[in-house]
């Protein structure tokens, strides 16, 4: 059986990645680590990408009772970076699965 290229299946995990997120798409996306691999039985390419997400960005307050108020701690800007792997079936270039990557 043939199968797709890495950067077809780079494409493909990046189009659906855009589709999935169309309502806060992406930011800052970047290619973080491709694998070819096989599960189930399968072979697969898995696609990880890093992005920003706006919805992920919010400002931390200290409470009225806080040890953070009696320091006269500033409210602060927090921004979470994401990381995704998304599975491309190798032999079809469908779309398999998503998953969230943890990064220690």
């Known amino acids: ?10 494409a493909r995990a ?8 169309a309502d806060d798409s992406p930011d800052q996306l970047a290619l973080e680590e491709i694998e ?14 890093g992005f920003k997400r706006k919805r992920d960005i919010s400002v931390v307050q200290p409470n009225n009772n806080s040890v953070l108020d009696l320091m006269r701690v500033q409210p602060k800007e927090i921004e979470h970076r994401v990381y995704k792997t998304i599975l491309i079936d190798a032999g079809t270039g469908d779309f398999v699965k998503m998953d969230m990557r943890r990064v220690s």
């Not at 059986?1 to 780079?10: E, F, R």
Request: aromatic share 12%.
């Open 14 to 21: 990046k189009s659906h990645l855009f589709d999935l997120y």
């Open 1 to 10: 059986m043939s199968q797709i290229t890495l950067k077809d299946a780079v």
């Open 36 to 49: 070819h691999v096989d599960e189930g039985g399968k072979s697969q390419w898995a696609v990880t990408f």
